[in-house]
């Protein structure tokens, strides 16, 4: 469904679309990984460094100002993209996996005691689970697992009633499963654990540039997301959380700015969000970011997902019709990608053979190595699809795919 937008049209926004890998017209699908960077962003990278960069805070001449002025648009700009009660709630980071180490460190340092629960799911990325895993050991605390059912990757909910005892202080799950393409109802699961006081936390990761986000309609406590899987440029996130937790939260990192006043013996702080942005931020990332983030709300975030679901279920639907194909993740309401595996080939043949053909996907575990060894195998294949894509690409990767079977059928 096409929503009257060319999206084809779009294509010429992203000037590394318009190339040849092996001879063949590159075909983008490993979106998931990290999306490309339409010239808006690339634009405004170029314009901060040839035009306004000084560091943010300290000076007090005119580079600094502006410098400081975009850094801190583009805190209230991230505030309006998830929709967050104040810019204040905003903290940059490096992206998903920084975001939640410090919600880790801080929280679980401060909060969790020998005994106490931490729940996750067993769709997590390795980010949204080895924090957890470090600050288990460090204060006792255990960590419990909501199931999956199987290959569709869905959440088994009817045992959470059972999973949220009184011990369980934290619950951590992932928005949109990145190896399997499921989209959580986190609204509900987070409505359940608030009524039991439990603090959440949601990876936004794979949702926060595929559809509209709002943390406070979502009703957790804090929401992680990358920049450079929305369009913006690496090295650059954003931690949210709500302020009254925030509030209650130690400094993650010590350094310069984020300090009131300090003594030799004795140090104190600043209220978030600079408390956890401690010295010299990342500061064209969050300018690129916002130029991302007008980009992406141009197009309108409501329209992307239907066209990311389109080209899944497409593809879905085609890889279905041939045979020897195993394939993971939900039937309805699946998120923009598809990971697969075909009889007696490795994930990771497919993916070379793919790139032979100019088709970009990727093989492996996807950072959810415990999540493979449940579903008994070591590594899916996995397209994954951004507003950029379309049907005829779809259409060459599917080509492609029944290329590699004939190619190991012999
Ligand atoms: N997934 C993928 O190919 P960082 O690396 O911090 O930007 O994002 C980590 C991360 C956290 N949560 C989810 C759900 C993710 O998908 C990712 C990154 C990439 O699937 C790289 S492994």
């Known amino acids: 469904m096409s929503v009257n937008i060319d999206w084809s049209a779009l294509r010429k926004d992203f000037p590394i679309l318009d190339q040849q890998v092996h001879g063949k017209p590159l075909v983008y699908l490993d979106n998931a990984a990290t999306s490309q960077k339409p010239r808006a962003v690339i634009q405004a990278l170029v314009h901060y460094y040839e035009h306004d960069n000084a560091n943010v805070h300290r000076g007090i001449h005119e580079l600094s100002n502006r410098a400081t002025q975009a850094f801190e648009a583009a805190r209230t700009r991230a505030a309006k993209f998830i929709h967050a009660k104040s810019a204040d709630e905003i903290i940059f980071t490096r992206g998903t996996t920084e975001s939640i180490n410090l919600v880790a460190a801080a929280w679980g340092a401060k909060h969790l005691r020998p005994g106490d629960v931490i729940l996750l799911t067993e769709l997590e990325h390795h980010s ?4 957890w895993q470090l600050i288990a050991q460090k204060t006792g605390a255990r960590l419990a697992f909501i ?8 959440l088994d909910l009817s ?22 393409g499921t989209v959580n109802p986190v609204e509900e699961i987070c409505a359940r654990a608030k009524k039991l006081g439990i603090v959440t936390l949601v990876d936004g990761a794979q949702s926060a540039g595929h559809l509209p986000v709002d943390v406070q309609a979502i009703g957790c406590d804090f929401f992680a997301l990358s920049g450079h899987k929305i369009c913006g440029p690496t090295g650059i996130g954003l931690l949210w959380g709500r302020q009254e937790v925030l509030d209650t939260l130690p400094p993650y990192q010590g350094g310069g700015e984020m300090i009131l006043s300090v003594g030799y013996h004795k140090t104190e702080f600043k209220q978030a969000p600079q408390r956890f942005e401690a010295g010299t931020p990342d500061i064209s990332g969050p300018i690129g970011l916002h130029a991302a983030m007008d980009y992406l709300d141009a197009i309108g975030r409501e329209k992307i997902w239907r066209h990311d679901q389109d080209l899944a279920n497409y593809a879905y639907e085609r890889l279905s019709a041939l045979n020897n194909v195993r394939l993971f993740g939900p039937k309805h309401n699946r998120a923009g990608l598809v990971s697969f595996l075909l009889k007696d080939v490795h994930a990771h043949d497919v993916v070379t053979l793919a790139d032979q053909a100019g088709v970009a996907l990727r093989g492996g575990h996807h950072c959810t190595q415990p999540l493979m060894h449940k579903l008994g195998v070591e590594s899916t294949a996995r397209a994954s699809f951004y507003f950029y894509n379309t049907r005829s690409e779809v ?16």
């Open 128 to 131: 949204n689970l080895v924090p």
């Open 147 to 154: 199931p999956v059912t199987g290959d569709e990757g869905i």
């Open 159 to 180: 045992k959470l009633d059972a999973l949220l005892t009184p011990q369980v202080k934290f619950l951590a799950m992932v928005h949109i499963s990145n190896s399997m």
């Open 395 to 410: 259409d060459t990767f599917v080509e492609v795919v029944k290329e590699i079977q004939k190619f190991f059928a012999h």
